[in-house]
């Protein structure tokens, strides 16, 4: 305080600040409330400080006087100072991290699209295998059917060039029986070829379609015929018992039957990959199987999925309908199947999906779908 003995007010005062000071003491002279004010006092020694002050009026020798009280706060505020530039470059660090993390979620998000589409195509790559034998089949009766018609004609034709009386009637008979009947037969598994090839493009269609009414339990024969020739495939070696039992009083049911056929294919496929991996680990004895079962519910259709393969192990299976997760080794698996059967299952047709297993002996997948006849 000694500092600033010997001087008036308007030198003490920093220039800057001296209109303000002289306002608001003429504003206490006049009857204002105390208020406190922020200034910068210059001392002897030029050295400038800041300082709190308060005006308080009072009558000195009969005249109208003003006391003023100041407090030094130079180092408060160069704390408050340093507080700033603190706060300042703390807040350019959190937009650059920011924008930074907001370019890794758009990295992560184009990357885990890439991740889907291929994953898709990988699905849609297996499910290709197992369709190309399941055609062999219906085609190759086709074919077989469709030469006995040729050779039942020519036959035909030879006893009509006869003429009457000399044509053999019980040939001819017989010739137009074998025509019928191979006619019939190439037109069933022609249409099985059919069908099969509509599940494909049903399959290959990218993301939601419209609303349909499936049979859940064809859907789930077909892809389970499928998942299996599409790992026979890869490996000739590999069979493998399929156990069905469907509730026939569960009917047609509303769904995309695209997406819940490739969810269909994505469980079915696990469990025949798990009990391949089972089979080739344990003794001869062993016998691969898959069970399918479906049951009608009061307002619900519950699709059980099992397979006697190598299991999951308990720590691991609150984590498998998780994005980028797999129990699969290296290179075999992306983590996405499970994770977009739960999306189908859950989001977009309002059902459920949870699994039971124990490590070494089973995993079964519970699926629950809405009874819906009709879409809201």
Known sequence: PNLLLGKSIAEIVHPDYRAISKQRIQQVMGGQEISVLE?????????????????????????????????????????????KRLNEKLERRVKERTLQLEESVEILQKTQNQLIVQEKLASLG????????????????VNNFAEQCMIAARDLQQELKKGSPHWNQEKMDESLYVIEKSAAMANKHGQRADSIIAGMLLHSRGASGEWQLVDVNLLLQEYADLAFHSMRATDRTFNVTFKTNFDDSIGLVKAVPQDISRAFFNILNNSLYAARQRFHEQPTDFVPMVKVNTRQLDNQIEIRIWDNGTGIPQQKIDKIFEPFFTTKPAGEGTGLGLSLCYEIITQEHHGSIRVKSQEGEFTELIVLLPDQKTKE
């Open 39 to 83: 200034l910068k006092f210059v001392r002897l020694d030029g050295t400038v400080v800041d300082v709190e002050a308060a005006a308080i009026p009072f009558e000195y020798q009969g005249k109208a006087a003003v006391a003023s009280i100041a407090k030094d706060i130079t180092e408060r505020k160069a704390a408050e100072e340093k507080i």
């Open 126 to 141: 297996r499910m290709v295998a197992g369709i190309s034998h399941e055609l062999k089949n219906p085609l190759h009766l």
